[in-house]
């Protein structure tokens, strides 16, 4: 009992659930903001630089707090009891973000909303997480006497508590576990370590109002617990209107169903809207204008928008065989089946239906049949998850998916009569990237551009009469594709002014799986419709040739080097920005991991969690490593600090030729799980020398005589600091712009700087 009681009020245990309740919430948030930010790489960032940012502040405030008011159970039982009740409460807070912020339903919100929304509510649970890890570094510190060791581990708790998180999350998540029961049970948890810790405090200075805190929380947790269907209900209407009918939390996205005008219901994913039905307008301008270009479609292969109509307009042809339909997420059409009319119902339900939960890229590259029309609706490339259908790659496995006379057809965004610059940018960056792998291409304008391309030159056809006599031969009467409408759509005009316009533009780029260049002609066209300067700054920023790149580093590189060269010893400062360096590459490492994943494995969420956890478990593995090898050592530790990070240099390097089998190679071996577990091999990796860097480096600091109570929290605050940055700037920037490879080089060449900082001795 005695023993129980003792672990329970170690700073070891309170770090743990810090750690634990810390990466489950990322989670959530990350999920939930997302919902309103539709998973767009930039708001990525920018939640991801104010999640560091108010982290790496508390952490860097931690040791001054601990020198006032100490570090003893009563003041880390105090902050635990903060954090378990903000988990639930920043929950309630993101939910309520869209009445809060004013953002319309459906409509992306603005740079500046984006930026209020993300360093808002991170700012009510992150700098709490990040107190307690100096708060408890500095009380363990205290309380030992071999604190040089035995400190490290409050960041081995932290990394395997929040490993811990991460796998609990895949579990619960795994068997449709709703997200704030979860919220409820980790706050929970929390309380338990922290009513311990509150209630053996033996310091002097005990107080009552501490207990009495912990018991108001508990209250308030508790009675969420076992009302938590009515607030999960309200907490839905506040997000999404009083018109909600439906929302889900699947493993794979979160899925809302919404009422409209006319009996009409509109499927939002994370945010986006995915489909409305009935919708037969979107429906006959998905399928007619391209199966009217075949002469005998037999069998079609459908990548989702199924549900929409599509299908049951595919099935009207009467030359049609055979339709394998692809949707990736299968519990979207249990979700949304009952809000289907008969029609819809009926035609999933038709013998020539072969309905496929798979991802799009992954089954295209394992499947062996021949189709004779491919129609997608993969929706716009607004984020390098989505970007990967409109890739290089992509088309050249779509096109090797064609039979001989075989079609493929998709839309994006585009104008409707005329497009602008950025627009214009976009839509050549695709047809430049189309036109690799089919010879004849039809671009038709409109609210909605459609490209129709076809294998062999000359197939394709913009002779209005013979559509229609098409029409008239396959017995269809859609209400909204007639000979009229044809006689518009195809217009000499119309298909002028695009072939004109995509044959004025500048030289674009050939989007590729890992150089998402289409993302950030995307991300240009919405910086537009916000503010033009901003279209026209990220514009003249991407417009930067990598030659110029580089130039700059080195430029910059020569600066630092000079500084930390010269006049007095600056090694402390070196060690600092070792750390921020250190932190922006194991960032932004771990998003290039989890980008490369989706582009080859395809988008699955729980397997993204377990590279996450996988990540932390390295963290922790370095950690002991790091103890073990200077346990008992007498030589100085700069020299194996320098070490790791001449291997900080060498790892994004050495990733360069893994990604690029893994990516040629691997899916054609390899099931997408197995292709998981290899990732989740590399994030650990990564995790286990971020650990020994960190390590070394603390050992570094208490040899330069630093306060051993502050020194692990210092150096966290520049690590987060680090990281925050990297992420904002990274995943904004050079890997849309330059690519996953010429980031892996950037980041290798940053270490490579800190080196050589850290060579001169102190």
């Not at 899925?255 to 409209?260: H, L, Y």
């Not at 792998?437 to 609210?447: A, E, Q």
């Not at 002779?463 to 009229?484: A, F, Q, T, W």
């Amino acid at each position: 009992m005695m023993t129980a009681l003792r672990i329970a009020n170690s700073p070891v245990t309170a770090i743990a659930a810090t750690g634990f309740g810390s990466a489950v919430a990322q989670v959530i948030f990350i999920r939930e903001l997302l919902t309103l930010f539709y998973g767009n790489e930039l708001s990525t960032g920018l939640v991801f630089f104010g999640w560091l940012l108010w982290t790496a502040a508390g952490s860097g405030i931690g040791g001054r707090i601990t020198s006032r008011f100490g570090s003893g159970n009563r003041v880390v039982g105090s902050l635990l009891t903060g954090l378990a009740l903000m988990l639930p409460v920043s929950l309630y807070a993101i939910r309520l973000s869209r009445l809060i912020f004013a953002v319309p339903l459906g409509e992306l919100p603005s740079v500046l909303k984006m930026v209020t929304v993300g360093i808002t509510y991170t700012a009510l649970f992150c700098p709490l997480s990040g107190l307690l890890f100096a708060v408890c570094w500095s009380s363990h510190s205290k309380a030992s006497a071999e604190a040089r060791l035995k400190s490290l581990l409050i960041y081995v708790g932290e990394a395997l508590g929040a490993a811990g998180g991460g796998l609990v999350f895949y579990v619960l998540m795994a068997n449709r576990f709703p997200v704030l029961p979860l919220a409820v049970s980790v706050s929970l948890l929390i309380l338990v370590v922290s009513g311990c810790l509150i209630v053996g405090d033996r310091s002097p200075g005990r107080s009552r109002l501490a207990a009495a805190c912990w018991c108001l929380v508990l209250l308030l947790i508790a009675s969420a617990a076992v009302w938590w269907q009515a607030l999960d209900n309200w907490s839905r209407r506040m997000q999404w209107g009083d018109h909600i009918l439906q929302v889900s939390d699947t493993p794979y996205q979160n899925i809302a169903v919404v009422k409209g005008g006319g009996g009409q219901r509109s499927v939002f994913a994370n945010g986006l809207w995915l489909l409305s039905v009935p919708d037969r307008l979107s429906a006959e301008y998905a399928v007619h204008p391209a199966l009217l270009q075949h002469t005998h479609p037999e069998t079609v292969l459908l990548i989702g928008g199924g549900v929409g109509g599509q299908l049951l307009e595919i099935l009207k042809h009467p030359s049609v065989e055979r339709i394998d339909y692809i949707e990736p997420n299968p519990d979207l059409i249990p979700l949304i089946r009952d809000h289907l009319g008969p029609e819809c119902r009926s035609a999933l339900e038709n013998d020539r239906v072969t309905l496929q939960h798979t991802d799009a890229a992954s089954y295209i590259r394992h499947n062996k049949s021949r189709y004779d029309a491919i129609l997608m609706n993969a929706g716009d490339p607004i984020n390098a998850g989505m970007n990967r259908f409109y890739t290089d790659e992509f088309f050249r496995q779509v096109s090797s998916q064609l039979a001989p006379e075989g079609l493929f057809s998709f839309s994006v965004s585009g104008g409707e009569e005329m497009m602008g610059p950025v627009q214009a940018r976009f839509i050549g960056t695709i047809h430049n990237t189309l036109s690799r792998h089919f010879r004849h291409m039809l671009v038709i304008p409109g609210n909605r551009t459609r490209f129709v391309a076809a294998k062999r030159k000359g197939m394709l056809i913009t002779d209005v009469r013979v559509l229609s006599d098409r029409l008239k031969e396959r017995h269809l009467n859609p209400s909204y594709i007639r000979e009229d409408i044809l006689q518009v759509m195809l217009s000499p005009f119309r298909l002028a002014y695009i072939e004109a316009l995509l044959s004025e533009l500048p030289e674009t780029a050939v989007n590729r799986d890992f150089s998402p260049t289409c993302y950030f002609s995307h991300l240009l066209e919405w910086a537009y419709q916000w503010h033009p300067r901003l279209a026209s700054t990220l514009s003249a920023i991407a417009a930067i040739r990598p030659l110029f790149l580089w130039t700059a580093l080195i430029v910059l590189g020569g600066v630092i080097l000079t500084v930390f060269w010269s006049g007095g010893p600056r090694f402390d400062a070196a060690v600092n920005g070792s750390m921020m360096v250190s932190g922006a590459m194991e960032m932004v490492l771990q998003m290039i991991l989890l980008l490369a994943f989706q582009i080859i494995a395809g988008y699955l969420y729980l397997q993204l969690v377990l590279i996450i956890a996988a990540y932390m478990a390295g963290l922790s593995l370095g950690t002991v490593i790091a103890v073990r090898w200077r346990q008992g050592a007498t030589g100085t530790n700069i020299p194996p600090f320098r070490c790791v990070q001449a291997v900080l240099c060498l790892y994004p390097i050495l990733l360069i030729p893994v990604l690029k089998w893994a990516h040629g190679s691997i899916p054609l071996l390899l099931t997408p799980g197995a292709v998981g577990w290899l990732f989740c091999t590399l994030s650990l990796a990564g995790g286990c020398v971020g650990g020994l860097h960190f390590s070394l480096a603390v050992f570094v600091g208490n040899q330069l005589r630093q306060v051993p109570e502050r020194v692990g929290g210092k150096l966290y605050a520049f690590d987060l600091s680090g990281a925050a940055i990297g992420i904002a700037l990274f995943s904004t920037y050079i890997i849309p712009v330059y690519g996953i490879m010429t980031t892996l080089a950037v980041l290798s060449f940053f270490c490579c700087l800190s080196l050589l900082t850290l060579l001169r001795h102190p």
